[in-house]
């Protein structure tokens, strides 16, 4: 059984970074593709970014190009996610997710999930 721990959030100010690591554990990882959510309060879930756990293709939201990086850390069974220049809209409880096979921008396609971390970013 896939099991998924998010650790990492916080607050913090605008313009300021954060990383957050989702520990997997339970399966050997290497064909599936672990994706980042959040969901702000009175909001859906929304796609944030993905990767193949090869790291070898990455997709994000227009939202967070180019300011947010996803990596993978095989020895640790570890994904980040790398926030930097953070805008108070970003604040929400973040998510990761796994799903065996390739990238998908839809939170459904996703069978496991983490607890989620929140990370609040003031103005």
């Known amino acids: 059984q896939v099991q998924l721990v998010e650790s990492g959030g916080g607050l913090v100010q605008a313009g300021g970074s954060l990383r957050l690591s989702c520990a997997a554990s339970g399966r050997t990882f290497s064909s599936y593709a672990m994706g980042w959510f959040r969901q702000a309060p009175g909001k859906e879930r929304e796609f944030v970014g993905a990767t193949r756990w090869r790291g070898d293709l990455t997709q994000y939201s227009d939202s967070v190009k180019g300011r947010f990086t996803i990596s993978v850390d095989n020895a640790k069974n570890t994904v980040y996610l790398q926030m930097n220049s953070l805008k108070p809209e970003d604040t929400a409880v973040y998510y990761c997710?796994?799903?065996?096979?390739?990238?998908?921008?839809?939170?459904?396609?996703?069978?496991?999930w983490g607890q989620g971390t929140q990370v609040t970013v003031s103005s």
């Open positions: 997710a796994s799903r065996f096979g390739g990238i998908d921008r839809a939170a459904e396609r996703f069978a496991s």
